[in-house]
């Protein structure tokens, strides 16, 4: 049982570290279509002192643009957070996520 349970935990640490290096490598994935306008969203309310809003997308599902929503996030101190947002380039669009700076 305790072969088992080592064996599960190694599986499961592998698989973050997967993760995260596949998280390290930018792709950039440029779309012949324009995403449409992007939608106006009603802000819940605050819900707590230090929160920050993340506006709204449209995120490239590799057919369609699919309208991802708002959301709340923990600010970072001394930090701004920089909205995402699609460029036209010659190759087609291309999206750049918000991150913080």
Do not use: D
Not at 18 to 36: E, L
């Amino acid at each position: 049982m305790q072969t088992l349970k080592k064996i599960t935990i190694l599986i499961c640490f592998i698989g973050l570290i997967g993760t995260g290096i596949m998280n390290c490598a930018s792709r950039v994935v440029y779309v012949r279509k324009a995403p449409p306008p992007v939608r106006v969203e009603v802000r819940p309310v605050k819900p707590y002192a230090n929160a920050v809003w993340v506006a709204g997308y449209w995120k490239w599902n590799g057919r369609n643009h699919v309208w991802t929503s708002g959301r709340w996030v923990k600010a970072r101190r001394g930090r701004t957070f920089v909205k995402g947002h699609w460029q036209k380039k010659p190759r087609g669009w291309r999206y750049v996520p918000g991150h913080w700076r």
